[in-house]
């Protein structure tokens, strides 16, 4: 079994306290960290999001996997990421009402992060309020970045993206949208800015929005 192979069966088993050793093991023996991710643990969150829809595992599996890959990031995080410098501006994050995964949108925070901005993470089941709340506490915010994994949180992000159109705000901010059942017809049709589907094309739309 390959060290990632490795990684992937510990993600999906919700072992957290061996992951970490597993993914240094696996840097060690010179696996790139990007592949590590996508095929070790994002690969594997979809194996196990298919096993729990197939009836065979339960909530607490997919929770204890959850935990498993965080640890695995963790231990990732310094070869994906380098040191912010904030540079860029303000980011405000969050996952919308009623939604509470947040490993995809702690990838985005990353990467947009290592971009060169400074994030503020509302984190999950974050209201459409918290987040105009948050926006006039720092009203020097260029983006704002929500997530959404579920089709039933969906209308929560559109009532979100609405509030963020309402306010008398709108045009000093970006407003950026993803999350697996996200498209960019749904971001067009819902009136944000921009749509990405991955971590990585999230911080390079996160620089052209701030570029526009
Ligand atoms: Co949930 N869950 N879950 N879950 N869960 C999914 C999403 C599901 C697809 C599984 C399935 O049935 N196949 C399904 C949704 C089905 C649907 O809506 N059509 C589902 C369900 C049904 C549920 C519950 C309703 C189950 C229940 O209770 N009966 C429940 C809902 C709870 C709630 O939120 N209110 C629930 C609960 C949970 C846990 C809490 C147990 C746990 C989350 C723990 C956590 O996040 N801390 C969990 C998990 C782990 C999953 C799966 C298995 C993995 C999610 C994940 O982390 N993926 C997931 C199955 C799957 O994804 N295939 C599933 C890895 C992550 C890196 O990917 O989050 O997609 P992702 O992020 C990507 C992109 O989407 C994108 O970039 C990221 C990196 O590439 N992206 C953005 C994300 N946000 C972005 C924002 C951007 C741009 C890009 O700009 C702002």
Redesign the pocket.
Known sequence: MSKIDEVAALVEKGKAKLVGAAVQAALDEGADPVTILNEG??KT??I???K??NGEIF??E??V???A??KGVEVLKPHLASGSTGALGKVI?A?VA????????N??AMMIESAGFEVIDLG??VSAAKVLEAYKENPDTKII?????????MPALKDTVAAINESEFRDKVKV???????TQEFADEIGAD?????????AS?AKKLVAA
């Open positions: 643990m994002i969150m979809g196990v999001g298919d729990f829809k909530v607490p997919m929770l996997a959850a935990r890959m965080k994050i996952t009623g939604d509470l995964h947040d490993i995809g949108k990838l985005v999950v089941d970045a929500l997530s959404a994994l579920l089709t039933t949180t950026m949208v993803g999350g697996a059942p996200i921009g749509y990405s589907d991955d971590a990585a094309s999230a739309l």
